[in-house]
């Protein structure tokens, strides 16, 4: 993908940090990298606008005096892709056999993959893709690659005594085929010299083993090592607690953490890094349970990636403590470095306890999550169309540096979907100055605010996951971002419950609250996603993995979990399209006395007709609809049917192959009104688009019009009436 476009714009300094919101008095820490020599200089930043192109409101940014500013020495700082798991406490016995269960996905990759690994010798598969051990050095394998997503049993044996090493492959038929064409191998070789035995135990000194050590692509299942040389009868015939195991491995246990367990005597515990998935099914899987809390014993395996990243890991540079007057808002440090520049953005929420204004603007960074480093728009698509020739510098930069990690909308090498995504790497699009879509989009409308004066506090996704409903009781009113699409139970609980409390949501985009996430305390920072059963999807889930490791809740959409968008905010996704933007019409609705506030001082039925990319209603657009729960007393104030045809309706909206026309009434946008229990309400705009639409003519137009009277009328005391 790369090789086609203009990379000379890559940045030689990059940074992100950690953690991501602060309150007044708490401290962040900010990782950078350099990519040439020498120093570079840091700014603190308040980020007013991050949108770099001028018809969403242009960039702006307010410099601040910090103790942070100033030079710095720069230096590289590596990341290190790929997930492993860990033992320690575990030494070679001088003959031994190991056993693991595999399920390859890139065999015969052209490089060497480990299965299992010591300081003296490594199990693994060769460069064909067969079962191979490498002693000091000195490789042999079978010669005959192992199946692809086939689970095959592997035996490894050094048999001191005999001087030789045996290794077998046992693939595992699934079927009258598989049982025709798969064999069983075995390949008994002299023993080469090895490195001198400790008399006094009569073992190789190791500190412990590592499985799968960031090379291998595939799953593992029940590893284990044995005192002594075993055939398939006697492996099939020992038990944990014979005395000749030196360990016996069982990934069922603790699927939901980072851990596993030893089933031997030994209790020599394991630990898993960089994030490989669990909750994935193993050998044993007959396919008739999906949820692994329901039998983990069919789901044993682990599936390892040889680009799983979890945290980058760097050395923090410099850090900032939060001063106390610092208002809630959107920061950044800036780093330039001759004619280079980076962001690190951060965003700041009121001291503890207290709120600095009735309105929340709440960040989307679940979404921000779901995208970060994605490269959508940076590969020729129906939807997007060709990629530009000469990328914006942070695309630029993340092309040049594929360690920074992957999206929810990639794959990872060997094919399968990511499943976590963290924001403990430098994330390209989380930072100004990029195409205008999640953060940047978001800060039109900060920028809106701003320019219009409507004090506004901060909070954050994983603010609301952790803090619960909380969090929202001290505001009057919660604005989203343009893209609120990914959302946790915990979250969207929260929500639900303002409202029910007489809270005013402004949903300000398009496509929200449509899948479910799930995030753990024990790794803050990042995100899991299943995409289960229907909907637009990058990838699919495979079967049996539908269910969230962390948490095990089913994933997917909410829709198809029994919670709709509809029921929440009014509207649903109905079509994406992104090569074309329309306005609105006002309905019959529009003129009722429950929505009259919304309309003051917009005196033409027709509103939002601006240029081609900047009108209100596009990119991904909502629709009312009563059969989804949409509330049956909610007013359609507004609507958007004459889409482009580009504009293409959402995949759970049909069930065969149909031909888009733009004639289709479910392709349309609407604009939604309604009360809630308590005095609250909902005021829905249903298009990612809608931000854009803010600065048109300096901010003098209808839409900006009737999101102000919205912010107006929503941050007044006044209760809304039931109707």
Same mark, same amino acid.
């Given at each position: 993908?790369s ?9 030689s ?20 990298s ?5 120093s570079?200089?840091?700014q ?14 242009g ?22 892709i ?6 320690g406490?575990?030494s ?23 299965l299992?690994?010591?300081d ?12 191979s ?15 692809e997503?086939?689970w095959?049993r592997?035996a490894v ?16 038929a ?10 069983r ?18 073992v ?10 960031r ?6 299942e029940a ?87 979890a ?7 410099f ?6 007057h610092?208002?809630?808002?959107i ?20 001291p ?5 204004a ?6 989307p ?18 939807l997007?169309? +060709?990629?530009? *020739?000469?990328?914006?510098?942070? %695309?630029?930069? !993340? ?6 990690? #992957? /999206?929810h &909308? ?35 409308l ?5 320019? +219009?004066?409507? *004090?506004?506090?901060?909070a954050? %996704?994983?603010? !609301? ?6 969090l #929202? /009781?001290? &505001?009057?009113?919660?604005?989203t ?36 996430v ?8 990042v ?26 809740e ?9 919670r ?51 009108s ?27 889409q ?58 209808d ?21």
């Open positions: 993908m090789s086609d476009l203009d990379l000379r714009n890559a940045k300094v990059v940074g992100y940090c950690e953690p991501l919101s602060a309150r007044p008095g708490s401290r962040v820490r900010f990782m950078v350099c990519y040439e020599a020498g570079y200089d840091a603190l930043v308040r980020t007013v606008c991050g949108d770099v192109y001028p018809m969403g409101g960039f702006e940014e307010i410099e601040l005096d910090s103790p942070i500013n100033g030079s710095y020495d720069g230096r590289e700082q590596s990341i290190e790929g997930s492993w798991a860990e033992v406490g575990v070679i016995p001088e003959s031994f056999t190991f056993e693991a269960w595999v399920f390859p996905t890139t065999p015969g990759a052209g490089r060497r993959q480990t299992v690994s010591t003296e010798l490594t199990i693994g598969l060769s460069e064909e893709g067969s079962l051990i490498d002693l000091d050095g000195s490789p042999v394998d079978t010669g005959v690659a192992l199946p997503r086939r095959t592997v044996s050094r048999d001191l005594e005999a001087s030789t090493v045996t290794l077998i492959q046992e693939p595992q699934r079927s009258p085929g598989d049982r025709l064409s798969l064999r191998i075995e390949v008994v070789v002299p023993l080469l010299p090895i490195v001198p035995l400790d008399p006094a135990n009569g190789l000194p190791s500190p412990g083993l590592r499985f799968a050590d090379t291998f692509n595939g799953r593992l590893p284990r090592l044995i005192r002594g040389v075993l055939d398939s009868d006697g492996l099939d015939a020992l038990s944990p607690d014979d005395s000749r195991v030196v360990g016996w491995w069982d990934f069922s246990r603790g699927i939901a953490t980072d851990g596993f367990e030893d089933l031997s005597p030994h209790g020599r515990h394991g630990v898993l890094h960089n994030l490989p998935t669990r909750a994935v099914p193993g050998r044993r899987w007959t396919g008739e349970i999906h949820d692994w809390k329901q039998a983990p014993e069919q789901y044993g395996a682990v599936h390892f990636h040889d680009d799983d990243l945290d980058a890991e760097w050395d923090s540079d850090e900032l403590t939060i001063p106390d610092l208002e809630s808002g920061y950044a440090v800036r780093l330039r470095r001759g004619r280079h520049e980076d962001h690190i953005q951060f965003f700041v929420r009121p503890r306890g207290e709120i600095t009735n309105l929340l603007f709440l960040v960074t679940a979404t921000y999550l779901a995208y970060a480093n994605h490269t959508i728009h940076l590969r020729p698509s129906h997007t169309g +060709e990629p530009p *020739a000469e990328p914006l510098p942070n %695309d630029a930069t !993340l092309l040049s540096h594929p360690e920074f990690g #992957l /999206s &909308y990639d794959y990872h090498r060997d094919g399968s979907g990511v499943v976590f995504s963290s924001r403990r790497r430098p994330v390209m699009n989380l930072k100004s100055k990029n195409v205008p879509w999640g953060f940047a989009a978001d800060t039109r900060t920028a809106w605010l701003e320019r +219009e004066g409507i *004090a506004y506090d901060i954050t %996704d994983e603010d !609301l996951d952790e803090e619960g409903s909380e #929202l /009781s001290r &505001y009057r009113a919660v604005m971002g343009t893209h609120p699409e990914y959302w946790s139970t915990r979250m969207l609980d929260a929500l639900e419950s303002r409202l029910e409390e007489g809270g005013r949501l402004l949903y300000m985009g398009g496509n929200g609250f449509y899948w479910r799930a995030f753990d305390r024990d790794h803050e920072g995100m899991e996603v299943r995409r289960a059963e229907d909907g637009t999807r990058a990838w699919l889930a495979e079967p049996g993995e539908s269910y969230h490791q962390w948490g095990g089913y994933g997917g959409l909410w829709r198809r979990i029994g709709p968008p509809n029921l929440l905010c009014g509207v649903g996704f109905a079509a994406q399209g992104f090569g074309h933007t329309v306005g609105f019409e006002r309905t019959e609705a529009s003129d009722d006395p429950r929505a009259a506030f919304l309309f003051d001082g917009v005196n033409e039925r027709r509103f939002g007709d601006h240029r081609r990319l900047d209100p209603s596009g990119e991904e657009i909502d629709r009312f609809d009563i059969r989804l729960g949409s509330p049956p007393h909610a007013l359609v104030v507004a609507t958007a049917t004459d482009p045809a580009e504009m293409l309706k959402t995949k759970e909206e049909f069930h065969e192959t149909e031909i888009a026309t733009a004639a289709d009434p479910q392709v349309r946008n609407d604009v939604v009104f309604f009360e809630c229990p308590n005095g609250g309400a909902v005021f829905s705009t249903g298009s990612i688009n809608w931000g854009a639409a803010l600065a048109t003519d300096g901010g003098k137009n839409v900006a019009r009737i999101t102000r009277n919205a912010v107006d009328r929503f941050l007044h005391p006044e209760p809304f009436r039931r109707p």
